[in-house]
C-alpha cells in the first residue's frame, strides 16, 4: 500500500534553533517529493521538489534531503524564525500520474 | 511556477444557503482538480476527485449531493455546498494536476484555500 508518514506530528521550538522534519513513504515506483508549507489559513506552497537522483536540495533556510535507497526524506530548517510556524507537509508522487499521496503533515511552532 | 486561484477567499452565509467556489488553473491545463477540506489544526483531507467532462469521484462519507462538483473545463472546476449548514463551515482548498505535454504535466499546484463560514 502507497503510504506517506510524516513525523513528528507537532513540534515546539525556540526561535533561532535549527529543526528536522521526517517523511518515510512507500510509494513506489517513486517519481518525486515534495515539502509543502501551509500557513494557517492559507494553501499550501511549495518548498522544495526532489527527484529520484537529487539526494539534497536548498532554498534558503529551508534543505530537503533525500535517500531513496531507505525511501526517506527530510526538511532541515536552520535558524527558525517566527514565520516558519505553519504545517509542513510530505507529497510523494509514483511514476503513474495517478499516484500523489499525502503525509498528514508537521505542524511547527516556533516560540519567540 | 503555476498559479491556482481560488474563489472567494471567503465567503459567511445564512444556513440552508448554497455556496458555489471556484478554482482555476490560471497557465496550465488540469484534467483533474481536487477538492479538500481542513478543519482548523487538522491536516487536509481529500474530499473528492474532479476529472474533466466527467463525474466527480468522491471518497467515502462524502456526500455527493451535498458537495457539487463540476469541472466543465481543463481550467476551472466549482464545488457548491448546497443547503449549507453550520458544521459545513470549515477551509475548502482545491488542488490541480497539470495535464497535457508542458513543463507542469503531472505536478500538483493548490489553491490559496475558501473559508466558509454558516451562520
Known amino acids: 500500500k502507497n503510504q506517506v508518514e510524516q513525523s513528528p506530528q507537532s513540534l515546539i521550538i525556540l526561535e533561532g534553533k535549527n529543526c528536522t522534519l521526517q517523511?518515510?513513504?512507500?510509494?513506489?515506483?517513486?517519481?518525486?517529493l515534495r515539502w509543502y508549507k501551509q500557513d494557517t489559513g492559507r494553501g499550501p506552497v511549495s518548498l522544495t521538489i526532489?527527484?529520484?537522483?537529487?539526494n539534497t536540495k536548498s532554498n534558503g533556510r529551508y534543505t530537503a534531503t533525500l535517500d531513496a535507497d531507505t525511501k526517506q526524506s527530510s526538511l532541515h530548517i536552520t535558524a527558525s524564525q517566527l514565520s516558519d510556524s505553519a504545517s509542513y507537509i510530505c507529497?510523494?508522487?509514483?511514476?503513474?500520474?495517478?499516484?500523489?499521496?499525502f503525509g498528514s503533515g508537521t505542524r511547527l511552532s516556533i516560540r519567540p | 511556477g503555476a498559479v491556482v486561484s481560488q474563489h472567494p477567499s471567503w465567503v459567511i452565509c445564512k444556513s440552508g444557503t448554497s455556496v458555489k467556489i471556484e478554482c482555476r488553473s490560471l497557465?496550465?491545463?488540469?484534467?483533474?482538480m481536487f477538492w479538500y477540506r481542513q478543519f482548523p489544526k487538522q491536516s487536509l483531507m481529500l474530499m473528492a476527485t474532479?476529472?474533466?467532462?466527467?463525474?466527480?469521484?468522491?471518497e467515502q462519507g462524502v456526500e455527493k449531493d451535498k458537495f457539487l462538483i463540476n469541472h466543465a473545463s481543463l481550467t476551472l472546476s466549482t464545488l457548491t455546498v448546497t443547503s449549507a449548514h453550520p458544521e459545513d463551515s470549515s477551509f475548502y482548498i482545491c488542488?490541480?494536476?497539470?495535464?497535457?505535454?508542458?513543463?507542469?504535466?503531472?505536478?500538483?499546484?493548490f489553491g490559496e484555500g475558501s473559508r466558509l463560514t454558516v451562520l
Open positions: 526532489m527527484t529520484f537522483s537529487e
Open positions: 507529497v510523494v508522487r509514483g511514476s503513474s500520474a495517478s499516484k500523489i499521496i
Open positions: 497557465d496550465f491545463q488540469a484534467t483533474t
Open positions: 517523511c518515510n513513504y512507500t510509494v513506489s515506483p517513486f517519481s518525486n
Open positions: 488542488s490541480a494536476r497539470g495535464s497535457g505535454t508542458g513543463v507542469f504535466t503531472g505536478e500538483l499546484f
Open positions: 474532479s476529472n474533466e467532462g466527467s463525474k466527480a469521484t468522491y
